[in-house]
């Protein structure tokens, strides 16, 4: 049953807006209201809307700031932060226009003003990589040598988002939490135009050598954590960075290979080898189901195209054919913690990487049951974290 609009598209936009609300990014009666604005299929609306709703927020935190209410205002950016973020969804496409990219520029300096204000500060930080830099967030747990969760991102967050996924859930637990965008994600991608690459262990490990040398760090317990398609991008990091002490996938997902040929199982094997050499004519019938499908013209055309930087569905299905961890896993020696959430796709395949891995390992399930079967156990969020940080707790002896 929705829990917001009818409208598929929206219903999970919104949800996953709502969902933050646990860690302070967001409150009901706000989505409430925004969402019930907003005819359906109407995405101008959409972000007209939820800017409207960010900017109202925003301003009750520029009011409290100047009457000196620190709490108030850093809770009323931190909220409107997410809801710039969530107006900008449906703006994804190539070219990436100047209206997308300055609807970011608004998230990020509305939680900038935000991680000024907590205690301890919300540091931002810029990770050397390759002839340029990464943006990162830290988020200190506390005093001392404490252990390091890292998070890495998915197709359509940023770390401002990733605050409220994992950085209060480590705060609270006394671990420091450093937040990255690698290529095709956040700023790297809609401002630096750094598309995606699909091996992760090249950008991880400029990010753990950015890590080791932060005050503070237990280097012994350094913990990779990826939500959502980070789940892949994880996985693939730790098979080439022997310096984790352990990885997190959510949901454990092997890379894009199946799905693609589950979905393009049509065609011919020779296209499925070499998509670009393929006659064009076949892909037609694909081409326009993205096209006719709201859901998959978003995911496709819109996201997965800007993401990995092509302008075709042949060359979208030759490029996610490269992010692949197959005859990989066997190279991971830490501990792995797979999610597999009953409801969630992209979840299914985590029982086969966790027969492929030799390393000690862990499958957890999140059930509909318990609320926490959808993507990322979104809508159960702090039984996911719960989970994961108990796990971590044990296997790396941390009282």
């Not at 988020?139 to 998915?154: F, I, K």
Request: charged share 20%; net charge negative.
């Amino acid at each position: 049953m929705p829990l917001l609009s009818s409208y598929p598209l929206f219903e999970d936009e919104a949800a996953r807006t709502l969902d933050h609300a646990i860690h302070g990014g967001a409150d009901f009666g706000e989505c409430i209201s925004t969402v019930a604005r907003i005819p359906s299929d109407d995405t101008d609306a959409w972000a007209r809307e939820w800017t409207a709703t960010a900017d109202r927020v925003a301003a009750i935190g520029d009011d409290a700031n100047a009457k000196g209410h620190r709490v108030s205002a850093a809770e009323a950016w931190l909220r409107a932060a997410n809801y710039y973020r969530t107006a900008y969804c449906f703006m994804y496409g190539n070219p990436i226009s100047g209206e997308l990219t300055a609807a970011f520029k608004r998230e990020a300096a509305t939680f900038e003003k935000a991680a000024s204000l907590l205690d301890p500060p919300v540091t931002p930080l810029e990770i050397p990589y390759e002839d340029t830099t990464l943006p990162a967030c830290f988020v200190s747990g506390g005093t001392g040598t404490r252990p390091l969760l890292v998070c890495t991102n998915g197709y359509d967050s940023t770390v401002y988002e990733m605050y409220f996924a994992f950085g209060v859930a480590a705060r609270k637990r006394g671990w420091h939490c450093l937040l990255f965008d690698g290529p095709g994600q956040g700023r790297a991608l809609l401002t630096q135009k750094l598309v995606m690459r699909p091996d992760w262990e090249n950008v991880v490990r400029p990010v753990i050598d950015f890590a080791l040398a932060l005050p503070g760090i237990d280097r012994s317990r350094v913990v990779l954590s990826g939500w959502s398609f980070g789940g892949y991008l994880a996985l693939r990091a730790a098979t080439g960075e022997p310096r984790l002490a352990a990885v997190v996938a959510d949901p454990g997902l092997s890379g894009l290979p199946d799905g693609l040929r589950r979905w393009f199982g049509a065609l011919p094997a020779s296209a499925l080898a070499n998509p670009l050499a393929a006659d064009p004519a076949l892909f037609a019938p694909y081409v326009e189901h993205v096209k006719q499908d709201p859901v998959s013209r978003w995911k496709i055309e819109q996201r997965a195209y800007m993401v990995h930087g092509v302008s075709s569905l042949q060359a979208y299905l030759a490029e996610g054919l490269r992010y692949d961890t197959a005859g990989r896993l066997a190279s991971i020696r830490c501990p792995t913690f797979l999610a597999c959430e009953e409801s969630d796709p992209l979840a299914q395949g985590a029982p086969l990487i966790y027969d492929a891995l030799t390393c000690p390992k862990t499958l957890v399930r999140f059930t509909a049951a318990e609320g926490a079967g959808d993507h990322c156990a979104m809508a159960a969020r702090s039984l996911f974290l719960a989970r994961m940080f108990d796990w971590l707790s044990e296997t790396l002896s941390i009282p």
